[in-house]
């Protein structure tokens, strides 16, 4: 292991100084390969001057600085806490030495940058008079947290390990050589794996999580338990078991989706500009965090499940025709969203396959699965309304993507039909799904479902409405409508939840 042992003390011969020697001499028994840097006897300018950070001419020890971080595998930084945080020193060499390009670089958005210096790991070493529950509780660790997330983490540089002494102006000298010798032992755990095994999990688990995008699943799950309890609510029964087996099999087809869905659209991703939560896909592939590969082959282990546990639910109905077409129709057109042949959101298609798939789909199979006859009306019509709010998100969800998916020929329908007639669609289905919401308050069967729905469902939509009108009525639609979209999808909850809170 390469060790880059870095002392950020202004002062030749500090405490500091023996912290960071007996760190060496307890990386090097174990066989590490240490290079030490005393910033005190760097030649640097410590501020930058020059506007573009890169211009700046970088001194013969700047370089060499960099060309030692980029060759280490661990950093340690140790330096006494200033004013809860790091000395001017070492604030300026890391001003100089962390530029774009070297340790992170900056995209078309500044709100999103590639970190340069991920695979190495760091440790912190620091004093202070300050006592550790203050400056942690208290305080917040302002020092710490400046290095761990706003410099070290920006950069891809994790973990990064914590070590602190208090009080070091008022200590013995016999506190001050325990110091030491626990500083020595904490370099002699690099015979040790400095990433423990959950952080390991953790680090491989994070990019799926991205490219699931859990923050769309509550829907699916709010629409299917509104088809399982009303089966329950009509008194066909309920049955726990069925449901969190039935619910598996949505979230895997779900997976496997949202997994092909990047896949195929990596080409469009790569050029848009205006992602976000809500838009342009997980982008763990423009990001690299994961490969063609890997989602391919993670869509079809999502496949393999939700296939078992669909073989489960018709087990347990003894091969009910009714759920065996409807898992079969739902999973085909889920599927069919991005995949060839059928590729419906490059057909014009995809914002009704999403609305279709997110409410009759998904409530069908809660409502079936829990014994629930096809033929009954609960379902297709409480799936009516929320097919109507579902639609609008998802047209809106064009605009930000529009020319990157004009470039590939996505045909979604703000490509086909415009922003503003994308818009002005988006502004129908809304006041659609007022209407119809007014309108199933009266109906006896269901009526009760909506009777509180209503007063945040009529405001939301009003509010929808004039928001969209200001749109249509721009000269120039803008390409990110992040309020909107947020607004748009908080919009589908109403139709979701409101039904469910009644039934249960």
């Not at 979230?251 to 496997?256: K, Y």
Request: hydrophobic residues 45%.
């Amino acid at each position: 292991m390469k060790v880059l042992v870095i002392l950020g003390h202004p002062r030749p011969g500090s405490f500091s100084e023996s912290l960071a020697e007996a760190y060496i001499s307890g990386a090097e028994s174990t066989g590490a390969e240490v290079t030490y840097l005393r910033l005190y006897d760097l030649t640097f300018h410590l501020h930058v001057t020059d506007k573009k950070m890169r211009a700046q001419l970088s001194e013969p020890d700047i370089e060499y600085a960099r060309q030692c971080i980029t060759e280490a595998d661990h950093l340690v930084f140790v330096y006494p806490t200033w004013w809860a945080t790091m000395p001017a020193l070492l604030k300026g060499f890391l001003d100089r030495v962390l530029l774009p390009g070297f340790a992170f670089e900056e995209k078309d958005r500044n709100t999103d940058w590639i970190q340069l210096l991920q695979g190495k790991t760091a440790q912190l070493i620091t004093t202070m008079d300050t006592p550790l529950f203050v400056y942690r509780i208290l305080y917040r660790a302002p020092g710490t947290n400046a290095m761990r997330q706003g410099t070290l983490g920006y950069c891809g540089i994790r973990p990064v390990r914590f070590l602190g002494f208090s009080p070091v102006s008022y200590t013995t000298l016999a506190r001050r050589k325990k110091w030491i010798e626990q500083t020595r032992k904490q370099g002699e755990k690099l015979d040790k794996e400095i990433i423990t095994p959950l952080e390991k999990s953790w680090y491989r688990l994070k990019p799926w999580l991205k490219a699931i995008r859990l923050q769309f699943y509550p829907m699916t799950w709010i629409a299917y338990a509104v088809g399982g309890y009303g089966a329950a609510h009509l008194g066909f029964g309920f049955n726990p078991w069925i449901f969190w087996i039935g619910y598996l099999f949505l979230f895997f087809l779900e997976v496997a989706v949202v997994f092909y869905n990047d896949y195929h659209d990596y080409e469009s991703d790569k050029i848009n500009k205006n992602y976000s939560p809500f838009t342009g896909g997980s982008r763990v592939l423009v990001d690299q965090d994961l490969s063609g590969k890997d989602l391919k082959t993670g869509s079809r282990r999502a496949l393999i499940l939700a296939g078992v546990f669909a073989f489960i639910i018709l087990l347990i109905h003894r091969i009910d025709w009714a759920i065996f077409s409807v898992m079969s129709i739902l999973s085909i057109i889920s599927l069919g969203y991005t995949n060839p042949p059928l590729r419906l959101s490059y057909r014009t298609l995809g914002e009704i396959d999403v609305g279709l798939t997110h409410s009759i789909g998904v409530m069908l199979c809660g409502f079936l699965f829990q014994g629930g006859p096809i033929g009954d009306i609960f379902p297709w019509m409480v799936s009516i309304p929320l097919f109507l709010a579902i639609v609008p998100a998802i047209i809106l969800a064009g605009i930000p993507d529009y020319r990157a998916d004009l470039v590939h020929r996505k045909k979604t329908i703000v490509v086909r039909f415009g922003k503003r007639t994308g818009l002005f669609i988006a502004l129908i289905f809304i006041l659609l799904s007022i209407l119809v919401t007014l309108f199933w308050c009266q109906l006896p069967e269901i009526g009760d479902l909506y009777h509180v729905a209503v007063f945040f469902i009529l405001p939301h939509g009003l509010l929808l409405t004039y928001m969209i009108l200001r749109l249509i009525l721009r000269p120039i639609i803008p390409a990110r409508i992040d309020l909107l979209m947020a607004l748009s999808l908080l919009y589908i909850f109403w139709f979701g939840l409101f039904p469910l809170l009644h039934i249960t």
